[in-house]
Protein backbone atom coordinates (compact mmCIF):
# COMPACT_ATOMS: atom_id res chain seq x y z
CA UNK A 1 0.00 0.00 0.00
CA UNK A 2 2.08 2.45 1.09
CA UNK A 3 6.17 2.20 1.06
CA UNK A 4 6.33 5.20 3.42
CA UNK A 5 4.02 4.46 5.90
CA UNK A 6 1.40 6.75 7.08
CA UNK A 7 -1.64 7.22 10.08
CA UNK A 8 -5.87 7.45 10.25
CA UNK A 9 -6.72 5.29 7.55
CA UNK A 10 -10.39 5.62 6.24
CA UNK A 11 -12.51 3.53 4.07
CA UNK A 12 -14.18 5.24 1.38
CA UNK A 13 -17.69 4.93 1.33
CA UNK A 14 -17.63 2.03 -1.97
CA UNK A 15 -15.10 0.57 0.15
CA UNK A 16 -13.03 0.77 -3.23
CA UNK A 17 -10.36 3.15 -2.10
CA UNK A 18 -8.85 3.51 0.94
CA UNK A 19 -7.70 7.23 2.60
CA UNK A 20 -4.48 8.29 5.27
CA UNK A 21 -2.03 10.75 5.77
CA UNK A 22 1.41 10.36 4.56
CA UNK A 23 4.19 11.52 6.90
CA UNK A 24 4.40 14.59 5.31
CA UNK A 25 0.98 15.87 5.91
CA UNK A 26 0.15 14.64 2.33
CA UNK A 27 -3.96 13.34 1.82
CA UNK A 28 -3.79 10.12 -0.07
CA UNK A 29 -5.56 7.63 -1.45
CA UNK A 30 -5.03 4.35 -3.09
CA UNK A 31 -7.98 2.20 -5.26
CA UNK A 32 -8.29 -1.66 -4.04
CA UNK A 33 -9.80 -4.67 -5.37
CA UNK A 34 -10.05 -8.00 -3.52
CA UNK A 35 -11.80 -10.93 -4.47
CA UNK A 36 -10.82 -14.79 -3.08
CA UNK A 37 -8.23 -15.18 -5.14
CA UNK A 38 -6.25 -11.84 -4.99
CA UNK A 39 -5.80 -8.23 -3.44
CA UNK A 40 -4.11 -5.63 -5.53
CA UNK A 41 -4.08 -1.92 -4.57
CA UNK A 42 -2.48 0.97 -6.94
CA UNK A 43 0.16 3.46 -5.75
CA UNK A 44 -1.17 5.92 -3.26
CA UNK A 45 -1.82 9.18 -5.23
CA UNK A 46 -1.66 12.71 -3.07
CA UNK A 47 -5.15 14.54 -2.92
CA UNK A 48 -4.14 17.36 -0.88
CA UNK A 49 -2.08 19.01 2.12
CA UNK A 50 -4.20 17.80 4.98
CA UNK A 51 -2.75 20.57 7.60
CA UNK A 52 -4.52 18.42 10.49
CA UNK A 53 -4.79 19.83 13.69
CA UNK A 54 -2.22 18.05 15.84
CA UNK A 55 0.07 17.35 13.21
CA UNK A 56 0.73 13.81 11.67
CA UNK A 57 1.71 12.22 15.10
CA UNK A 58 -1.67 12.94 17.21
CA UNK A 59 -3.64 9.59 17.06
CA UNK A 60 -5.37 10.21 19.70
CA UNK A 61 -8.08 11.53 17.67
CA UNK A 62 -9.76 10.91 14.31
CA UNK A 63 -9.04 14.48 12.45
CA UNK A 64 -10.76 13.90 9.32
CA UNK A 65 -13.43 12.11 8.08
CA UNK A 66 -14.79 10.56 4.68
CA UNK A 67 -18.36 11.44 3.39
CA UNK A 68 -20.56 8.65 1.31
CA UNK A 69 -20.30 10.84 -1.43
CA UNK A 70 -16.52 11.61 -1.27
CA UNK A 71 -15.86 15.08 0.30
CA UNK A 72 -13.19 15.35 3.59
CA UNK A 73 -14.13 16.84 6.74
CA UNK A 74 -10.97 17.86 8.11
CA UNK A 75 -9.70 19.06 11.39
CA UNK A 76 -7.41 21.81 10.16
CA UNK A 77 -4.84 24.46 11.31
CA UNK A 78 -6.18 27.53 11.69
CA UNK A 79 -4.48 29.98 9.52
CA UNK A 80 -1.78 32.23 11.28
CA UNK A 81 -3.29 35.76 11.03
CA UNK A 82 -2.26 38.97 11.88
CA UNK A 83 -5.01 40.65 13.94
CA UNK A 84 -5.34 44.13 14.22
CA UNK A 85 -4.92 45.85 17.58
CA UNK A 86 -7.59 46.85 19.19
CA UNK A 87 -7.14 50.20 22.01
CA UNK A 88 -9.77 49.56 25.07
CA UNK A 89 -10.33 52.47 27.15
CA UNK A 90 -11.19 51.67 30.87
CA UNK A 91 -13.26 54.06 33.37
CA UNK A 92 -13.83 56.35 30.16
CA UNK A 93 -15.81 59.47 31.30
CA UNK A 94 -18.24 60.84 28.55
CA UNK A 95 -17.74 64.08 27.64
CA UNK A 96 -20.87 66.34 27.06
CA UNK A 97 -20.48 66.29 23.70
CA UNK A 98 -20.99 62.63 23.76
CA UNK A 99 -23.83 62.45 25.92
CA UNK A 100 -26.90 61.00 24.16
CA UNK A 101 -29.65 64.17 23.02
CA UNK A 102 -33.00 63.04 22.05
CA UNK A 103 -34.46 64.28 18.73
CA UNK A 104 -37.56 63.02 17.05
CA UNK A 105 -37.93 59.84 19.10
CA UNK A 106 -34.45 58.17 18.92
CA UNK A 107 -31.54 58.98 21.80
CA UNK A 108 -28.43 59.66 19.34
CA UNK A 109 -24.26 60.55 20.72
CA UNK A 110 -21.80 62.04 18.65
CA UNK A 111 -18.58 61.24 19.08
CA UNK A 112 -15.73 62.54 17.39
CA UNK A 113 -17.94 62.95 14.06
CA UNK A 114 -19.51 59.60 14.47
CA UNK A 115 -23.24 59.23 15.04
CA UNK A 116 -24.66 56.52 17.54
CA UNK A 117 -28.76 55.49 17.66
CA UNK A 118 -30.24 53.80 20.70
Not at 77 to 84: D, F, I, N
Not at 85 to 104: A, E, G, M
Request: charged share 20%; glycine share 8%.
Amino acid sequence: MSTNGGIEPRWGADVKELYFIAPDGKLMAASISASSANFETTTPVPLFPARVAGGVTNLFRPQYAVSRDGRFLINQLAEESTATPITLILNWKPTPQSRPVKRNGHKKAQNHGHQFCA
